[in-house]
């Protein structure tokens, strides 16, 4: 049991170093994953790090492309520079926010972190956006930290199920018709690196773990 406790604290450890790396853990082009896909008959559909793009499903050539931040900024020459720095890194956050993406008529419904869109399938042009922060929430575009909410499409509602509360969006034009907090039950539950209450672990006869 010792044995198994430390693997398991080396795992958490390295996890933890990993993320203390920041985005993309020092390797350029950040986070390449949160990659969603869908296929209609206007094309094959990929999103990735805020960027949208059309295939033709049997040749898989790019014939569009679109991104809803605009341009992702270079990386600051000088990292000594903190308020580039974090002006970079909080465009790479906007943009790697774990997204929803699904098909509505001629219609693609996208969210990431705070923002609603829908766009055109045949141009990829916005017809309606949605800031879905809640009223005095801070403006500073980085989106949530938790991972993609739950959803379901009912005719022109969205139904959002993120962090901690329960929202429905209009897909006509993007605002938020109803958001309500979610009973203490269904808030997320963060790990509890004590694992033994105050005192952390606890090992066999109620001393420390070693």
Known sequence: MKHLFSAVMMLLLAAGSLLAQGFGGGMPGGNIGNTLMVNTPKGLFALRSGVLARFNATTLKTEQVFELFGPMPQRPADNNNRDAMQAYFTELQRRNAPPIMLVKDNALLIVIGDGFARLDQD????????????????????????????????????????????????????????????????QPQQFDFRMGGPGGYRGPGGGPGN
Do not use: C, H, Q, W
Not at 135 to 149: F, L, S, V
Not at 170 to 178: A, E, F, N, P
């Open 123 to 186: 141009t990829l042009k916005v017809e309606a956006t949605g800031d879905l922060r809640a009223p005095g929430a801070g403006a500073d575009g980085r989106g949530r930290g938790e991972g993609a909410p739950g959803y379901l499409l009912v005719n022109n509602t969205l139904f959002l199920m993120r962090g901690t509360e329960m929202l429905s969006i209009s897909v006509t034009d993007g605002k938020v018709l109803t958001r309500s907090p979610l009973p203490k039950e269904l």
